[in-house]
């Protein structure tokens, strides 16, 4: 039974799929083991009330994608439960390669992240402009999305100011589980794309995931700058930590 969930969560983190392996450490069935995945899990931990509070737990830590271990009591028996979460690894897909495109490349690759430029427009998406993405991308952007895995780890952010490019890629990514989702623009222009995308289907809730105007408000206005204000708020996203906490 161990040896098939073990197969099955080298193969989920090869896929790269948000998973966690839950297992019992010490006490009550001790090796027992779990997996669990957003909406669904396989295996036991032996005990149907452990089972209900080891997925509750395991929701919110692979919400956070963070770790834990915990401790389970019930009657004289106790359960010392480690909840071992798998994230994909962290990738930003930019559409738009702008001059704000550049500098955030290189941040985001400083970070860890894989990058990915998607443009149709040749003239800006050239590899002398963007030899240090992992991936440029020509072609209409909510197309190309279609063929990416846009997992839990997934930060995506429009910059073209463009709403033929911009608009469309939104939609894709309002239906995927990404982490962070920001589109450049004014809060007029905002306005308007959010009265586009209820127009074609978008709901108040896949709305409010959109970070825009996009950027923590740093004062910048050099493409550099603007650039630190975007992959500081996704740092900001990605750590849950609200603005103006300590």
């Known amino acids: 039974m161990h040896s098939g969930l073990t197969q099955r969560l080298v193969e989920e983190?090869?896929?790269?799929?948000l998973v966690a392996q839950l297992t019992v450490l010490a006490g009550t069935g001790a090796g027992a083991k779990m997996l669990v995945w957003p909406e669904r899990h396989e295996g036991s931990l032996g005990n149907v009330?452990?089972?209900?509070?080891?997925?509750?737990v395991?929701?919110?830590?692979?919400?956070?994608?963070?770790?834990?271990?915990?401790v389970f009591r019930q009657n004289e028996n106790e359960w010392?439960?480690?909840?071992?979460?798998?994230?994909p690894p962290p990738q930003l897909v930019i559409i738009g390669a702008v001059h704000i495109a550049i500098p955030l490349v290189t941040f985001a690759k400083s970070l860890g992240f894989r990058t990915i430029v998607v443009d149709a427009r040749r003239a800006f998406a050239t590899p002398e402009r963007f030899a240090h993405a992992d991936q440029l991308l020509i072609g209409w952007p909510a197309d190309i999305l279609q063929t990416l895995n846009l997992n839990e780890s997934t930060c995506l952010v429009t910059l073209t100011h463009d709403e033929k490019l911009d608009n469309p890629a939104l939609l894709v990514a309002l239906n995927s589980p990404a982490?962070?989702?920001?589109?450049l623009g004014s809060r007029?222009?905002?306005?308007?794309r959010v009265e586009a995308l209820k127009d074609e289907g978008a709901t108040d809730s896949q709305i409010a995931r959109i970070?825009?105007?996009?950027?923590?408000?740093?004062?910048?206005?050099?493409p550099e700058e603007i650039a630190v204000a975007i992959i500081a708020e996704i740092v900001q996203v990605v750590n849950k930590k609200p603005q103006g906490q300590d």
Do not use: K
């Not at 010392?80 to 994230?87: A, K, N, S």
């Open 188 to 192: 007029r222009t905002n306005a308007a």
């Open 58 to 70: 395991a929701a919110e830590a692979l919400v956070r994608q963070q770790s834990e271990r915990f």
């Open 49 to 56: 009330g452990v089972d209900g509070a080891a997925l509750r």
């Open 80 to 87: 010392d439960i480690f909840v071992d979460v798998f994230p």
């Open 179 to 183: 982490r962070y989702i920001g589109a």
């Open 211 to 222: 970070h825009a105007p996009i950027g923590l408000d740093l004062g910048g206005r050099r």
């Open 13 to 17: 983190i090869q896929a790269e799929r």
